[in-house]
């Protein structure tokens, strides 16, 4: 009896590829290969080589489903302790974002938070939003400390969000994001502060194999242009990339800066320069879209996104998970208030949660349906890809692969 040659066959199935010149790279009534978690053959079932039977152990009939490949959030602040409710209540009544962090809440009230809790209630209060984004179709999250602001709470951080990974079965990219706001004990000595994340937490964080890249958050209410170079420099000596907070509220030229860096990405962009564009194009820097803060905040100004195709910047798009300015639990919401606020199409959302997420984490095994890439898939109640931009929430996910293994949802 011949062996078969493949683990997992599926049949009769709408691809969304995001590979070849195609829209959607789709391919109608298609087929697609699993073997050793990986996508062993795409293509039309007429171009299957034999008969279905013969070439793989598993056959599996998806009767004209859409599959695409397993959803990539590119940026969540995932893992803290305690929510911010309260918080939400005061912006309805008129208080900015930039006054309620002045006035001790925002980032602070959330560090408070999560330096009270140790690891396993971190991972507790963490583990239903990572699952929310599993239900959601999301295979692969990046998670970002700077809720701990000292070392031994951002290292807790980070092992939980190792922690979420292994758990749930899905991939985690980590961020070490020790400037993200000055600690209340430090804020008579902001340039203590700077040297303590660069010349000592990132060290021995990084020697702990617990981060993947670094970011920061370069704003009037973080930190400088200067400050942030710091540590890009100590992580550029360690071979560890970079990704930026970058023009959110203003425009402090971090894009630039991040681009200087051959950084990931450069996300929220709402009050992005001409000159911040063109470097992101040289350098390959990824735009990510945060479309949930931009409605948390009630912002009115738009990302140049114009200017962003125009460049050949590549767009991704991601929840910005977080308990303050984006409490959103669906990527899939995400792709849809990208369309509706920024005007993406829904190729251009999906693809931003998709092969673009993936390239602003670095991944280049994922985030499209190609022979060689890792067995992420997601199959969908629908036909058709823009569907999954179209319908505002809902539960549309069939069915989940994570390197090649079904995924329990």
């Not at 009037?220 to 930026?244: H, W, Y």
């Not at 992005?272 to 040289?282: E, K, N, P, V, W």
Request: with cysteine; glycine share 10%.
């Amino acid at each position: 009896m011949t062996t078969p040659r493949w683990d997992h066959l599926l049949l009769d199935a709408t691809l969304a590829t995001f590979a070849g010149d195609r829209p959607f790279g789709l391919i109608e009534r298609g087929a697609l290969a699993l073997k050793d978690g990986r996508i062993a053959w795409v293509g039309p079932v007429a171009e299957l080589s034999g008969a279905p039977e013969t070439l793989a152990a598993t056959i599996q009939s998806l009767d004209g489903a859409l599959v695409t490949p397993g959803l990539v959030d590119c940026h969540t602040h995932l893992v803290f302790g305690g929510d911010r409710a309260h918080e939400f209540d005061l912006r309805l009544n008129g208080a900015s974002y930039e006054e309620i962090a002045r006035a001790g809440g925002g980032i602070a009230s959330t560090v408070r938070a999560t330096r009270a809790a140790d690891e396993d209630e971190l991972l507790r209060q963490s583990l239903p939003r990572a699952r929310a984004l599993l239900r959601d179709g999301v295979t692969t999250v990046e998670i970002k400390s700077g809720y701990g602001l000292e070392l031994a709470a951002e290292r807790r951080m980070l092992r939980v969000a190792r922690r979420i990974g292994e758990v749930l079965g899905i991939g985690v990219r980590t961020s070490f994001l020790g400037l993200h706001a000055l600690p209340p004990e430090y804020r008579e000595r902001r340039a203590d502060y700077v040297a303590l994340v660069s010349d000592t937490m990132l060290p021995a964080l990084a020697a702990e194999g617990l981060v993947d890249a670094v970011d920061a958050f370069c704003e009037g209410i973080g930190f400088s242009r200067e400050e942030t170079a710091r540590v890009f420099e100590r992580a550029r000596t360690r071979g560890i990339p970079a990704k930026l907070h970058a023009e959110q509220l203003s425009d402090l030229d971090g894009a630039a800066l991040v681009a200087e860096y051959r950084g990931l990405s450069a996300d929220h962009l709402e009050h992005l320069s001409a000159s911040g564009i063109r470097a992101m194009a040289a350098a390959g820097t990824v735009a990510v879209l945060l479309p949930g803060a931009f409605y948390a905040l009630r912002e009115t100004r738009l990302p140049p996104i114009d200017a962003l195709r125009t460049h050949g910047v590549p767009i991704a798009v991601a929840t910005d998970c977080n308990p303050g300015t984006s409490p959103l639990l669906s990527l899939r919401l995400a792709a849809n208030m990208a369309c509706t606020l920024f005007r993406l199409t829904p190729e251009e959302a999906l693809r931003g949660v998709t092969v673009n997420a993936a390239r602003a984490l670095g991944l280049s095994d994922r985030g499209t349906l190609a022979v060689g890439q890792r067995a992420d898939l997601a199959a969908w109640n629908t036909r058709t890809p823009a569907e999954l931009c179209y319908w505002i929430g809902g539960d549309l996910l069939r069915a989940l692969w994570i390197g090649g293994a079904p995924a329990t949802l």
